[in-house]
């Protein structure tokens, strides 16, 4: 290659290189501009959170427990029922609560429960019957009220009574009589004599022990057709009319008049609308099943047991107790 020629090479070269110097971008100038076009990114915004929403404070409340069964029987509001601001309207309610909770109402059975005695079979083994139980309504009332401030559970004041004898007792109670009656009767008359040995026979070989109360119609029962009884005459309103189960309150007087010779205290007591044949005038005591009832209760400190013995045109009642028991069945 001629001197010439070389020169020209040289210069060609460069020229190109000027060029593209010119018209190129150096990388950081790229990377500037890549900077300043590139969009704008927004801040990242984090959800604010809600406000919490405070609760509403719960109704104070009061459960009434059945203290058997550990269940609510009763939930109250006693806000809702005027508590606070009419008191005696919201105790009056309480009352009438107690009262039907207690004594029951046409459809529901109350919690009082009359004592049903036990009672010695004739292999002198005892028929168990059933505690006197009490639901203590105002004790009840107060208790609410108490916890109408802040709520809280209530247990049903229950108070459960016992027959009052001991289990060694049993044996003895036959031991000597204290006290018997008799009266007599028309055994010709089948209706009537009928009634009175079913209803004898009803009260036979029960235990009163000490503090117990004895119920002629808890113990009897219904006297109708269905527990066979027949139709006789009884006085109704000063009148001899036919009924079932007439005859009855003839065995309920003669009861009486075994225990009035001892220390018992009557709780209920009825006479007839006119004079009865079999017993003294004013020494009576009529029973009807749902009504008047012939109740006393065992006061003498001691237990004893009731025997009825019907015979064709008599029938006594003997009260029996045990020898070492005899001296405290004295009428005081």
């Known amino acids: 290659m001629t001197k010439r020629s070389w020169v020209i090479s040289v210069l060609v070269i460069c020229s190109l290189l000027w060029l593209a110097g010119c018209t190129g971008k150096t990388v950081n100038e790229k990377a500037v501009e890549e900077k300043v076009t590139e969009p704008k990114q927004k801040p990242v915004q984090t959800p604010q959170e809600e406000p919490q929403k405070e609760e509403a ?17 009763k939930t109250f509001l006693p806000v809702d029922m005027g508590f606070g601001t009419d008191n005696d309207a919201y105790k009056k309610e309480l009352k009438k609560w107690a009262q039907d909770l207690a004594r029951g109402t046409e459809s529901t ?115 109708d057709a269905k527990h066979g009884y027949q139709k006789a005459k009884e006085i109704v309103n000063k009148q001899l009319v036919d009924g079932i189960g007439g005859g009855i309150c003839q065995t309920s007087s003669t009861l009486f008049n075994a225990v009035d010779k001892l ?41 004893f047991i009731i025997k009825s013995i019907y015979k064709k045109g008599s029938l006594t009642i003997e009260v029996r107790t045990s020898a070492a028991y005899q001296g405290l069945m004295a009428k005081h």
């Open 57 to 73: 404070p719960k109704p104070i409340a009061v459960n009434v427990i059945d203290p058997t069964t550990k269940s609510i029987i």
């Open 109 to 223: 059975a109350g919690y009082d429960q009359r004592m049903v005695l036990d009672k010695m079979d004739a292999n002198g083994q005892i028929i168990k019957g059933k505690p006197r139980i009490i639901l203590e309504e105002t004790e009840l009332v107060e208790k609410v009220i108490t916890a109408s401030a802040a709520g809280g559970d209530v247990e049903l004041p229950l108070y459960v009574t016992e027959s009052g004898y001991k289990p060694e007792d049993v044996k003895h109670l036959g031991e000597v009589v204290v006290a018997t009656f008799t009266t007599r009767f028309n055994s010709g008359v089948v209706g009537r004599s009928k009634n009175i040995e079913l209803s004898a026979e009803a009260i036979n070989n029960f235990i009163v022990g000490a503090g117990d109360i004895f119920s002629f119609n808890t113990t009897v029962g219904p006297s």
């Open 263 to 303: 220390g018992v205290s009557y709780i209920e007591k009825h006479h007839h609308s006119l004079s009865v044949g079999y017993v003294p005038a004013g020494r009576d005591a009529t029973v009807s099943y749902g009504g008047p009832d012939f109740r006393f209760q065992n006061t003498n400190g001691a237990p």
